[in-house]
C-alpha cells in the first residue's frame, strides 16, 4: 500500500535534498517548513529524525537527491561543451537538446553562463 505525501511532507524532502542552506540536514529542513524558532531545534531533530524513517518519505527524499545531482553534473557538463571553442550552432542546438530533455525553457536559475566570443 502507497501512502501519499503532505504538501509539507513534500516540501521537507525538497529543502532536505535541494536547498542550498538545508542540504543533509535535516533538523534545518523540518524547521523552515513548519517554521518554528530556533530555540524549537531539539524537537525539530526529533521529529525530522522520525519522519526520514518513514519509506515513502527518505524514497521520495533520496529520489531528489539523485535528480538534483543529476542536473549539477549535467550544467557541468553544459557549461563545458559551451566553453569550448566550436562551432555556435552546435553549441545552441546541444543546450536545446537538454533544455528539452529537461522541460526547460532557458537557462538554469541559479546558474549564469558567460559567453566569450574569440576572432
Known amino acids: 500500500m ?3 505525501l503532505t504538501a509539507r511532507q513534500k516540501r521537507f524532502c525538497v529543502y532536505y535534498a535541494t536547498d542550498p542552506e538545508c542540504v543533509g540536514n535535516a533538523t534545518e529542513a ?3 517548513v ?3 524558532p530556533p530555540e524549537s531545534r531539539r524537537v525539530a531533530s526529533a521529529n525530522a529524525s522520525r519522519l526520514l ?3 515513502n ?3 521520495y527524499a533520496n529520489t531528489l537527491v539523485e535528480r538534483f545531482l543529476e542536473n549539477i553534473n549535467a ?3 553544459m557549461a563545458f561543451v559551451i566553453a569550448q571553442r566550436t562551432d555556435l550552432r552546435a553549441k545552441v542546438a546541444a543546450y536545446a537538446a537538454l533544455m528539452k530533455v529537461r522541460g526547460r525553457t532557458g537557462p538554469p536559475s541559479s546558474k549564469e553562463f558567460t559567453f566569450r ?3
Do not use: F, H, P, Q
Open 34 to 36: 513548519y517554521g518554528l
Open 53 to 55: 524513517t518513514k519509506a
Open 2 to 4: 502507497r501512502v501519499e
Open 75 to 77: 550544467d557541468r557538463e
Open 117 to 119: 566570443w574569440e576572432n
Open 30 to 32: 523540518y524547521m523552515r
Open 57 to 59: 518519505i527518505s524514497t
